[in-house]
Every structure is written in C-alpha cells, then in structure tokens.
C-alpha cells in the first residue's frame, strides 16, 4: 500500500538515456525507500532527454533526493513542492515533443507534403517497439506477460533470467549460471545486487525453495508496476498485430462493426450499417481494444481476429480478467490519431519537428510515418 497518510512531493524528474524504472529505482535506493513511494502519470522514452512530473512521500529526506543532483547519473530532480496526492498512471492530458531531425537529404517540398498527409490522415496509433523490448533479444516484456497470463510462473521466471547478449557481463554471467545449473543460490550470490527484481525473485526462491507456489511467490516479489507492463505489454503486441488486420483487410475507412466510443464516455458501441454509409464517423473515431474483462470487441472480421491471435498462445478471451494480482479490465485505444504537426528547417539537412500526442501515443510511430522507415 503506498503511504498516503504521509503526505506526498512533487518534484520534476529530468532523465537522459535512461528508462524510466531504472530512474525510479535508483531514486528509491538512493533515497532508501520502497519503489511503491514513487508515483509518475507515465514513463518517458529512454533515448531521450525527457522531463515529467514525479510524486514522493513526503517522508523522504528531501536533501538526499536532491542529493541526486551531485551523483555521476544521467538523471536531475528539482522544483520540489508539496502536494495532496500521488500521481497515476495516466493522469495526464498529453506529451509535448520536439524532436531534431538531421541529415535530412529531402527537399523542403517532400517534407511540407509528408507533413500535409500526416495532419491529414493522421498515423496509426501503433504501441512503439520500446514497450516490447528489444526485438534482437530473445527476453522481451511481452513474453513474460504472455507466460503470467498462461498461469507459467516457472516459464515466466525462466525468461526474466534468461542472458541478454549485449547486456551488463556481471549480469548475463549470472543469468548465464542459472540456465546452465538451476543454481538458485550461486545465481543470487553472482547477480549484482543493483538488479533489484532478479535479486526479488533470487532471493524468494531461495526462501521458498521446495513450495509448491515458490514460483508465484517469486514473481510477487517484483513490483506490481513492473508486472502490470510485462502484462500489458502482451496486451499492447496483440492490440498491434489486430491494428495492422483492421487496416490491411477492411481498409482505411468506417464500416459496419467497427466500434466508436459514445460522447466523452469509456463505453464503446458498435457502428451500424447505416451510419458507415451516411459517413457519421470517421477513421480517427473508431477504437480497438486492448483484452480485459470490461470490453466488447468489433462485431466484423477484426472482432474475430483477436480469437486467432490469442490461440496462437493457447489463451482465450477469457483469460484476460487477472494475473497475478494485476487486474485486466481493458481499455480502448483509438485506430488511427491525427496530430497537430510542425516543422521548421533548423541549418543545413536539419529541420525541428514540434507536436503534441495524447497519454500511451509513441512519437516514434509519427516519425516512422512521416519519414516512411
């Protein structure tokens, strides 16, 4: 439980090159507090430098969290005032971007029109690679989250300690160790001790070593945040892969069984026959869900999609209620998003993109869009 009683800070976290659980997880060892005292409405890209709003409780020592400021980490906080409540995930009206694009060889009229098709037709509202990990790696968040949902503790725990090979040496040695033996003790003992969820899982192991739940207990030992991403994570590829179907086999415009949301409510509602023909939506209203108990699903072919890819996992619909303590209610994410887009030439082959997304938007999908990578 987070400690509300105690009262919270907010605080400006800026970051560079640097996920936004590292960054939390160093503040909560540095700080020497739980990382369930550290709230944000989201998490920022790693390869940028990135500034967001970050609640503490305000029974941390405020001068060793700035502190921070004087360490050899790419990370500062400041601006520290006190506030009512910690901040939720997603309690956020929107990301706002500026991004230099260099070594541009285009001319500036194949630019003005790719910035034209954009705020015309918008882009579609992929989850960027980022939520996934990795794809050269064989240890991504959406397996693990796919191995929770299947009731794998083992499988899940098995991935999560599996070596990456461009990883830390101390790490992937130890990782290595444990693939090659089972050695729950001889890990820990290898596993650097900043690996705060490896050590977790190490450690509860090794406490429970011979129960039958040793593998549940272990994953419970990681923070619920990072469970709920692997989670959704899973959720998220699958949302992609439904996206691409919507698109590739109904086309870019709306028809019947296409779901919209009614007004400013989360419910969502399918579109009749005769409101695709007399053309009441367009493209930019229609939704797609995420799994969860809560949702509906389109009532034409991308509907059914979501049973063929869920198989290719052996899970079902059905399966999308809770895991682990994780509760899936599930949410709708709009098909295709349409930004407000600037660009400005910045010197030679340079130009500055500006632009706002609204919250779980990626940046990275509109610049795939408009530079066609």
Aim: with cysteine; charged share 20%; aromatic share 6%.
């Amino acid at each position: 439980m987070r400690p509300v009683e105690q009262g919270w800070l907010k605080c400006v976290l800026e970051k560079k090159n640097m996920e936004t659980m590292h960054a939390l997880d160093y503040i909560a060892r540095h700080c020497q507090l739980d990382i369930s005292a550290l709230s944000t409405a989201g998490i920022k890209d790693k390869r940028a430098l990135t500034t967001q709003f970050l609640t503490v409780c305000a029974s941390v020592n405020a001068r060793r969290l700035l502190a921070i400021n004087s360490e050899d980490v790419p990370l500062r906080v400041g601006n520290l005032s006190p506030t009512d409540a910690p901040l939720q995930n997603g309690q956020l009206k929107c990301n706002r971007f500026k991004l230099v694009l260099r070594d541009v060889d285009a001319t500036e009229a194949v630019i003005r029109t790719a910035v034209a098709a954009i705020q015309q037709n918008g882009f579609v509202n992929y989850y960027g690679a980022q939520r996934f990990g990795d794809e050269k790696y064989e240890v991504q968040s959406y397996t693990i989250g796919a191995a929770l949902l299947q009731g794998q503790w083992q499988k899940a725990v098995s991935i999560l300690l599996t070596p990456e090979p461009d990883g830390d040496e101390a790490v992937r040695t130890a990782k290595q160790h444990y693939q090659e033996t089972q050695d729950v003790e001889k890990t820990l003992s290898l596993m650097p001790s900043n690996r705060r969820n490896e050590v977790a899982v190490l450690k509860t192991l090794k406490r429970h070593a011979n129960s039958p739940d040793m593998w549940e207990k272990a994953l419970l030992a990681v923070p619920f945040t990072l469970r709920s991403l692997w989670i959704h994570a899973y959720c998220s590829r699958v949302w992609n892969r439904a996206a691409t179907h919507r698109l590739r086999c109904l086309g870019p415009e709306v028809v019947a069984g296409d779901l919209v949301l009614a007004g400013d409510s989360k419910t969502a509602t399918p579109v009749t026959k005769q409101a695709a023909a007399d053309g009441t939506f367009n493209i930019t209203d229609v939704v797609m869900p995420m799994p969860g108990k809560h949702i509906v699903y389109p009532s034409n072919s991308s509907g059914d999609v979501y049973d063929t890819l869920l198989s290719e996992d052996c899970l079902v619909k059905a399966s999308f209620s809770k895991a682990l303590g994780v509760s899936l209610s599930g949410a709708y994410r709009p098909l295709v998003v349409r930004p407000t887009l600037t660009m400005q030439r910045e010197g030679e082959g340079a130009w500055v993109a500006e632009f706002e997304l609204p919250p779980a938007v990626y940046a990275t999908m509109l610049m795939r869009e408009l530079t066609k990578q």
